[in-house]
T-cell receptor
Framework: DQQVKQNSPSLSVQEGRISILNCDYT??????FLWYKKYPAEGPTFLIS?????DKNEDGRFTVFLNKSAKHLSLHIVPSQPGDSAVYFC???????????FGKGTRLSVIA | EAGVAQSPRYKIIEKRQSVAFWCNPI?????LYWYQQILGQGPKLLIQ????????DSQLPKDRFSAERLKGVDSTLKIQPAKLEDSAVYLC?????????????FGPGTRLTVL
């Protein structure tokens, strides 16, 4: 039973355009959500997070949107750059120092 | 600030052999996690330590996996004996504040291949 789902295994976007990565979750108790980026042969790198008390968090080119009623979050990258090509993992947790539950990841390819 | 260190980076063993992985978390981080990432999947928690105590090991296959975090700093994860399905990347992560949601920082991982 997957509690965090990333239904798109891959996504291709042209350089300069917007990349939108989606994530759905089933456990309504999750209250903290994170996006990690992973390059080959490296560990996941923290990108951006959002608490359930917010519906948007922005950091430079990266914005995460949270829709609690739909149990859905998305990561927007604007503008997309070739260096953004990586696997992106959505993760969720319960507050109070609990482990992360990860989705299977979406491979983003930004084409120059 | 130095990141999470892991060694070795790669390991190839035959089934039924033993293997151990080492992790050094970010200095001052009280919480340490070991995750297993099978190809095509997201990382899955194996065990969580708070200082040198185990908080959650419910998904650790205890008949063959063991882990310890002596002195609340470095940690080792051992598999004995290994099975083919243990082939995966083993990731160590650490975070700072106990009792509070906090960002976890990951090491580069150890890629284990069991033949």
């Amino acid at each position: 039973d997957q509690q965090v789902k990333q239904n798109s295994p891959s996504l291709s976007v042209q350089e300069g355009r917007i990349s939108i990565l989606n994530c759905d979750y089933t456990n309504s108790m999750f209250d903290y959500f994170l996006w990690y980026k992973k390059y080959p042969a490296e560990g996941p790198t923290f990108l951006i997070s959002i608490s359930s008390i917010k519906d948007k968090n922005e950091d430079g080119r990266f914005t995460v949107f949270l829709n609690k009623s739909a149990k859905h979050l998305s990561l927007h990258i604007v503008p997309s750059q070739p260096g953004d090509s990586a696997v992106y993992f959505c993760a969720a947790s319960l507050s109070g120092n609990t482990p992360l539950v990860f989705g299977k990841g979406t491979r983003l390819s930004v084409i120059a | 600030e130095a990141g999470v260190a892991q060694s070795p980076r790669y390991k190839i063993i035959e089934k039924r052999q033993s293997v151990a992985f080492w992790c050094n978390p970010i200095s001052g981080h009280a919480t340490l996690y070991w995750y297993q990432q099978i190809l095509g999947q997201g990382p899955k928690l194996l065990i969580q330590f708070q200082n040198n105590g185990v908080v959650d090991d419910s998904q650790l296959p205890k008949d063959r996996f063991s882990a310890e975090r002596l002195k609340g700093v470095d940690s080792t994860l051992k598999i004995q004996p290994a099975k083919l399905e243990d082939s995966a990347v083993y990731l160590c992560a650490s975070s700072h504040r106990p009792g509070d949601t906090d960002t976890q920082y990951f090491g580069p991982g150890t890629r284990l291949t069991v033949l």
